[in-house]
């Protein structure tokens, strides 16, 4: 239904979606489009990558190539989205753009904010790999084999050779590879 506040998807040219979402706000306000297109978003997720011991957040597009446009979908909102440099189009059926259901808005953003309050724990460490404790502690210099990791803890379990072959729990950041 025409003018109703709906959630779209445009198509862009790899590795365009910044700059998409960058150009369409500048002309939203250029042409006084606020009462017409409201959000522009590119949906992301935050995820903890650990290598070498060391961990950085690093944020990735969840949809590669595409951004989600909340609008009232007229001609003069359809033009001013489609005519922007990088898009190459929207999502739907033949020329008709179709809204996204509200259940796959709420299910995407849901998954952003999930990521956002506790993100995901990427590590260089895979089961086998033998790791050190390096952080102080009862289990500083055990070593061991890794033998289970939880990414949505950041907790591993390795086999500790000092302990007879016991399983130990620790923190990610409390490992070294070795």
């Not at 992301?44 to 190539?65: A, F, Q």
């Given at each position: 239904m025409a003018g109703?506040?709906?959630w779209y998807v445009v198509q862009t040219y790899a590795s365009y979606e910044k700059r998409v979402k960058d150009d369409l706000t500048q002309r939203i306000k250029a042409?006084?489009?606020q009462d017409k297109i409201f959000n522009v978003l590119i949906?992301?997720?935050?995820?903890?990558?650990?290598?070498?011991?060391?961990?950085?957040?690093?944020?990735?597009?969840?949809?590669?190539?595409y951004v989600m446009i909340e609008m009232s979908l007229d001609e003069q909102s359809w033009y001013t989205?489609?005519?922007?440099?990088?898009?190459?189009g929207?999502?739907?059926?033949?020329?008709h753009p179709m809204p996204l259901s509200q259940e796959e808005v709420d299910r995407i953003m849901a998954g952003m904010q999930k990521s956002e309050d506790s993100p995901r724990v990427e590590f260089d460490l895979k089961v086998g790999d033998t790791v050190r404790v390096i952080a102080e502690g009862d289990m500083k210099g055990f070593t061991g084999p890794v033998v289970e990791i939880n990414t949505k803890k950041g907790r591993v379990k390795f086999k500790s050779d000092m302990l007879g072959g016991s399983?130990?729990?620790?923190?990610?950041?409390?490992?070294e590879k070795i």
């Open positions: 109703e506040r709906k042409m006084k489009m949906p992301t997720e935050t995820n903890i990558v650990v290598k070498d011991g060391k961990s950085r957040e690093v944020t990735r597009k969840l949809y590669p190539g989205v489609r005519h922007t440099p990088g898009v190459t929207f999502i739907g059926a033949g020329t399983v130990l729990e620790t923190d990610y950041k409390a490992l």
